[in-house]
């Protein structure tokens, strides 16, 4: 048997539901998708996003892979460039939509109430990223992707109940890091007082 048609197999068996597939698959092909998206997003966190979309494209889609129309890898780089096509121009419409928006707005708001915006904006971002990787990508996925709760149970092979659980402790734990932020934040300005 060929490597090619060992990892076929592999495919298969991972669109079937077998974790060690899985687990097989990702290995090998993580690196290549996650390369693809940083050449063309030039952001980490991006990055793996779309690493995370591709392999839950995968596991919808993998058995429509056909190996007489090209290799695995030519595959997920297509798809993987098709994902970060797809969010650069996401990107760039809210980005022209943020700036439209923002001189709009700027008539009508103060540059405190757009500085406070951004800040605010920026902490919510800086919660996330602390958060443990399955809460992150559980609150990420429900709240920024098409995908339901479901859908990211049966794609992560996980009960429903662990991504609605992971989903609660992710929003919680967010809140307390913004409070313990809100916090710091009035007793310094208490000790400046003094």
């Not at 098409?146 to 989903?167: I, M």
Request: aromatic residues 6%.
């Amino acid at each position: 048997m060929s490597r090619l048609e060992d990892m076929s197999e592999v495919l298969r068996g991972m669109c079937e539901g077998e974790v060690d597939a899985f687990d097989r698959f990702y290995a090998r092909y993580a690196p290549l998708v996650m390369q693809v998206a940083l050449r063309m997003l030039g952001e980490r966190m991006e990055a793996e996003d779309v690493c995370h979309d591709v392999f839950l494209e995968v596991l919808r889609r993998g058995k429509d892979y056909n190996p007489g129309r090209g290799s695995i890898e030519a595959w997920l780089a297509v798809m993987t460039r098709s994902r970060c096509l797809d969010r650069l121009r996401r990107a760039k419409r809210i980005a022209e939509k943020g700036k439209q928006l923002g001189q709009d707005a700027a008539s009508s708001r103060s540059s405190e109430e757009i500085a406070l915006r951004h800040l605010e904006l920026e902490e919510l971002s800086e919660a996330l990223k602390k958060l443990p990787r399955n809460q992150r990508d559980a609150v990420a996925y429900s709240y920024y992707s098409p995908h339901t709760q479901k859908e990211l149970s049966d794609a992560w092979n996980v009960p429903l109940g662990t991504v609605k659980s992971w989903v609660r402790y992710g929003l919680n734990n967010m809140r307390k890091h913004l409070e313990r932020r809100e916090s710091d934040r009035n007793t310094g300005v208490e000790e400046g007082r003094r």
